[in-house]
């Protein structure tokens, strides 16, 4: 369990000395999940942050005429619900599943800093860490927001791409979602996102195979 959260961001800059300090003091606990599982439900009261120690998670929302709307996947050493315990009402905005077999190691995030036990150094490192982690995760709300906000479809995809050939840093990249879970990031019917990416490709726009796209 050390190596893998010492990986994470939210304990970055941490000796193994202090993230032993840190486990031993708030006992995290480890849950696995079986694919399609729900770990967090929506409007759920949450008041710990999970780190996946094994698998993906999609972060879903779900709208009142049952529409499902897909806002990022999260890997393996990424946290969730950093945003749901920083809040007031401390309930989550969103469901999470377990896309692939999964293994969270969940930690209660107020007995981080009210226990005097952990240091007031190691307290501020990762206070530093979790601004930093949110304010990543506003970026990456702006960028979604930037995709959405597109009058065509296929200008949405083209923005998305873009975006994450940038991130990615190379010609070929994964977009780590296949197309039903595609559409719904781009809150389209999946025959209509088919459709328009089978323009593209006659186009010579872009090439795809599965969740490897090329913007040509």
Known sequence: MISVLKNSKLFQGLTASELEQVCHTVMPAEKEYSKNQII????????KIGILKKGTAISTKYHFNGDMQILRIYNQGEAFSLDTVNTTLLTSPVTLISQTDSTVVFFPYAKLFETSAIYAGTKEIILSNCSEMLSNELIRLMYKIDVLSKRTLHERILTYLSLIRERSGCGTFDI?????????????????????????????????????????
Not at 40 to 47: F, K, T
Not at 197 to 210: D, E, F, S, W
């Open 40 to 47: 967090i439900n929506q409007g759920e009261s949450v008041h």
């Open 176 to 216: 780590g979602m296949n197309q039903e879970q595609f559409a719904r990031y781009l809150c389209v019917n999946r025959s209509v996102l088919c459709k328009e990416l089978n323009r593209m490709r006659n186009a010579g726009i872009v090439t795809y195979k599965g969740s490897l796209f090329t913007i040509l």
